[in-house]
């Protein structure tokens, strides 16, 4: 039997080639790079598994440093000697460890595990991510651009991503009234056949979101309004879905199967969206079976993730109707994605067919980016 020998856990900060600032403040910038963890689980036959995650603590309570230290006091010893196949065997010890109480428990940290298992099984088989989830429905995945910034920067940019291929444009709002309107604006003046996903990140409430609805309710490019409320205000999404002639889609609000249950059940979504950082791939899937069955709309995002948790996103959206381009922007905004192999044309991203995740990591590149962490 094919066990887990070798658990590695690489702390990295990978540069930003421009800014991208929501309204929970910068992702990263040039000057401040991105923090990523990988992890590398080697076999007792030598092969290796990769998994990555984007700890960012503005975003959600999860740190660099607390990613490692997650993975390497306490799920490391779940890991070594263990079968990789064991994926649900797997998920549930580390659940016992880290119970998840009313959360996932420390998700973005277990994500990384869950991607690299499933690296591992691929490759031990030789079979791509996709087809052990039962096979992709489409060759290429399309990506949105991601939008940020004043109403005078933006026009130039979302041009020029128009010009590449970019059809649908993800634009940060800030919970200003006046100055998202200026923003739709010009977003629409640079690219009036684009479509439009606002997303505020939490920027307003039930209140206030409605006066920003008055002015934009007629914009027909505008395909949903991505949380615009806090993380726990399910009632003000509620309120906010019923009156709201823009889908209204949730992110920030959801990351579980058992999330989208009570979101469900209070009528408080249009659409949700996905991100493998969230809910890795196992629990992305569960999600996603239950928002089928609901009539819940499903879109694909990311946390700017270089070249591994990007890819595994890549398998995992080939492999679900999504109703607009998916927003996977770390191409967009690092400096390097960190692997071999990947193929992108524009807007769209080839789907891998090699085994496992169907990309190379660079480990070179890993040493250039290693990030010295104080715990
Ligand atoms: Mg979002």
């Known amino acids: 039997m094919v066990t887990i ?10 540069p930003f080639v421009r800014p991208f600032k929501i309204s929970r403040g910068y992702v990263g910038a040039p000057g401040k790079p991105g923090e990523h963890v990988y992890l590398k689980l080697v076999t007792s036959d030598g092969e290796v598994g990769w ?47 880290l ?63 128009w010009q590449k291929g970019y059809r649908c444009f993800k634009l940060k709002i800030m919970g200003d009234v006046d100055e998202d309107y200026k923003l739709i604006k010009a977003l629409i003046e640079a690219v009036p056949e684009g479509k439009i996903w606002l997303d505020a990140n939490q920027a307003y409430s039930s209140y206030s979101l409605r006066f920003l609805l008055r002015k934009i309710a007629d914009i027909e490019n505008i395909i949903c309004i991505e949380q615009p409320v806090p993380t726990y205000d399910f009632h003000g999404l ?29 009528n408080a979504l249009d659409a949700l969206v996905l991100k493998i950082a969230k809910s890795g791939i196992r ?23 270089s070249g591994v948790g990007f890819t595994a996103a890549m398998h995992v ?17 690092l400096k390097d994605m960190l692997v071999r192999g990947l193929e992108i044309e524009g807007a769209k991203v080839k789907v891998p067919d090699k085994p496992g995740l169907g990309i190379e990591v660079d480990e070179k590149k890993l040493e250039e980016y290693k990030a010295e962490i104080e715990i």
């Open 5 to 14: 020998k070798e658990v590695e856990v690489i702390p990295l900060r990978i």
């Open 51 to 97: 998994g990555e995650t984007r700890p960012m603590p503005s975003w959600m309570y999860e740190t660099m440093e607390s990613v490692y230290t997650t993975l390497k006091k306490y799920i490391s010893r779940i890991l070594i000697g263990e079968d990789p196949y064991n994926i649900i065997k797997i998920h549930k010890a580390m659940d016992k460890e």
């Open 99 to 161: 119970a998840p109480v009313v959360s996932s428990g420390q998700p973005f940290a277990k994500s990384a595990v869950d991607i690299a298992l499933h690296d591992l099984v691929g490759k031990l088989t030789g079979t791509p991510i996709h087809r052990l989830l039962g096979g992709k429905i489409r060759d290429y995945v399309e990506m949105s651009a991601l939008i940020s910034g004043t109403p005078d920067a933006i026009g130039d940019y979302a041009k020029e991503m």
């Open 238 to 266: 509620s309120r906010i879905v019923r009156i709201s002639p823009i889908p209204i889609a949730v992110d920030e609000s959801l990351f579980s199967h058992y999330d989208l249950l009570k979101l469900i059940s209070m």
């Open 283 to 305: 629990t992305s899937t569960k999600i996603y079976a239950l928002a089928e069955a609901a009539g819940i709309s499903c879109m694909g995002s990311g946390m700017t993730e």
């Open 317 to 333: 959206f080939s492999t679900m109707e999504m109703i607009a381009p998916v927003d996977t922007n770390g191409p967009q905004f």
